[in-house]
């Protein structure tokens, strides 16, 4: 079983910046994929961003060219540096995890608690 933990929300001006971070903690031997995900009031939760222990990226085109998604393995921290921040990047965002190998198996659809990133002016 594995814990998320995030933290960097807040809230910015249009054209700021934020740093979220997640560490994975529990009992496991390695995390395959890792990623964001963002939820609006209203709306759907969609992905932001998702990268895979290789390092190989995806974004979601809202974000395309802003946000960077990295990862420290040795630490189990998945990081989301988001630059140029719109209004319409407000949203709940939630780290996620799968592919979580361990001694029995994997674990699938693993999420953190969520952490709130408002841009206004």
């Known amino acids: 079983q594995v814990q998320l933990v995030e933290s960097g929300g807040g809230s910015v001006q249009p054209g700021g910046s934020l740093r979220l971070s997640c560490a994975a903690s529990?009992?496991?031997?390695?995390?395959?994929?890792m990623g964001w995900y963002r939820q609006a009031p209203g709306k759907q939760r969609e992905l932001v961003a998702r990268?895979?222990?290789?390092?190989?990226?995806n974004y979601a085109d809202s974000v395309k060219g802003r946000f960077t998604i990295s990862r420290d393995n040795a630490k189990n921290t998945v990081y989301l540096q988001m630059n140029s921040l719109k209004p319409e990047d407000t949203a709940v965002y939630y780290c996620?995890?799968?592919?979580?190998?361990?001694?029995?198996?994997?674990?699938?659809?693993?999420w953190g608690q969520g952490t709130q990133v408002t841009v206004s002016s």
């Open positions: 529990g009992n496991f031997f390695s995390i395959n994929f």
């Open positions: 996620n995890a799968d592919g979580i190998s361990y001694s029995g198996g994997y674990q699938y659809g693993i």
């Open positions: 990268i895979m222990s290789s390092g190989h990226t």
